[in-house]
């Protein structure tokens, strides 16, 4: 069984889908690797790849012509696509809802296509998810990205001439790259915000330092500063045994007061638990952003839709509304951006904001990118293949077992035997298909 790693030609890709650590396990496991000479760029050169137990080829036309399983990093273009054969396996980022006829074309050919957007969030699954360990990358590098476009300071700092104030960040999207970003923001020394519409980011916003935007926080805080809560204090009787060490005594009466941490649920608690927050809330927390972004000196955005075009978060007003010199970082660029005025790839300035764009972050970062890219892809390799060695042989051979009763091989699997397996590809097919005939 031959594991093929070509070398990535997609503009600015510098990832590559195996690093020489991964190698040396998959040699040990019974495979033969074939790579590319220059794959692993200037950080993981071909001599690396040769002790590792990997055959260096000169061409990507052997890797493809040779290897029953091509690993790589970005979807493959028409040229790669002409030298694979049928029967391959493909492991990549494709994308296939949103590049259906590449994903036509893989099927055409009779390969086996794994798409690594299409991993299931699933505990099983965690040691596999490219999806996961790429969205970590890009969260911290955006919000390095963000801090070193701010003209201004991200922690606050007393210098000889002054204090100045700490920078206010506000990050839409909650879930890894989200996650990630708030930590380094706040690392930084950001007074960092933070919003989703789940409410079970909530916690794991604040506990990586982060003030969750909750409408209802809002009014209960309000009503605190109104109203007040009284503080209970022990009288008489219950004042002296307090005072001589029998805190019993002093202990309030449940039914006058409520005790921290015995506060009855609220109707809005049994309805967060039934999986979300109303519609009513909802709004009141896009009223809320929209006053708070206008405190904001960066805003990060970070919320993807798997197959479909990103959420418009931050419109035109809202970037109109925010401080002079303040800067957007939109994670979604790629997707269409989560703002009005992203454009991919560049930075656009508005009313005296920037506006990022970013794309292809993990890339940023090729070393680790590829490290933890390659790991994903090993265990990956490890669940779709079987051992079919004799119990009395001392060699392994692996061999490609797909079982599309497995959670995560029938997910993964966006194409097999000439076919398309997934609904929402053959649909994105059927609705580019009604485009191109009305033109």
Not at 404 to 425: K, L, Q, S, W, Y
Request: proline share 4%.
């Amino acid at each position: 069984m031959k594991v093929g790693v070509p070398k990535e030609v997609a503009e600015g890709e510098e990832r590559v889908g195996l690093v020489p650590e991964t190698v040396g396990k998959l040699v040990k496991d019974g495979f033969e690797v074939l790579v590319e000479s220059g794959a692993g760029r200037n950080y993981n050169i071909d001599e690396n790849y040769e002790d590792a137990g990997a055959k260096v080829v000169q061409e990507a036309s052997e890797v493809y012509g040779e290897a029953d399983i091509i690993v790589k990093v970005a979807r493959p273009t028409d040229e790669e696509i002409g030298h694979m054969h049928e029967g391959q396996v493909l492991v990549c980022f494709v994308n296939g809802p949103m590049f259906p006829q590449e994903v036509k074309s893989l099927a055409e050919a009779g390969i086996t296509v794994f798409s690594n957007e299409a991993v299931p969030r699933t505990s099983v699954a965690q040691a596999m998810d490219a999806l996961s360990s790429m969205g970590s990358i890009a969260g911290y590098k955006c919000a390095l990205i963000g801090a070193d476009t701010l003209g201004k300071y991200v922690p606050m700092l007393t210098t000889a001439a002054g204090t100045t104030k700490a920078a206010n960040v506000l990050v839409l999207g909650v879930a890894v790259a989200g996650l990630q970003a708030i930590s380094t923001m706040d690392r930084l020394g950001a007074e960092v915000f933070a919003y989703d519409i789940r409410p079970e980011t909530k916690d794991q916003a604040q506990s990586l330092g982060a003030t969750f935007i909750d409408s209802e926080d809002e009014k209960e805080d309000e009503e605190e500063e109104e109203d007040g809560f009284e503080e209970y204090e022990p009288k008489g009787f219950a004042k002296l045994m307090s005072s001589l060490g029998f805190y019993s005594f002093a202990e309030p009466s449940r039914d006058e007061y409520i005790v921290e941490g015995e506060e009855e649920d609220s109707e809005d608690d049994e309805d967060e638990e039934e999986g979300g927050w109303s519609q009513e809330k909802l709004d009141e927390d896009q009223k809320l952003i929209r006053e708070r972004v206008k405190e904001m000196d960066m805003i990060v955005t970070t919320v993807l839709v798997p197959g479909a075009e990103a959420p418009k978060l931050v419109s035109t007003e809202m970037v109109e509304s925010m401080k002079p010199g303040s800067v957007i970082v939109d994670l979604a660029a790629e997707s269409g951006g989560n703002c009005e005025l992203t454009e991919a790839g560049e930075t656009v300035e508005h009313e005296n904001v920037k506006v990022v764009g970013v794309v292809n972050l993990p890339s940023r970062l090729p070393i680790h990118a590829s490290q933890l890219y390659s790991r994903n892809m090993y265990n990956l390799i490890g669940h779709i293949t079987e051992d079919k060695s004799d119990e009395d042989s001392d060699e392994k051979d692996p061999q490609v077992e797909l079982d599309f009763e497995d959670e995560i091989i029938a997910a993964m699997c966006i194409a097999h035997d000439g076919e398309i397996r997934h609904d929402n590809i053959r649909e994105a097919l059927e609705n580019a298909s009604e485009e191109s005939e009305a033109k």
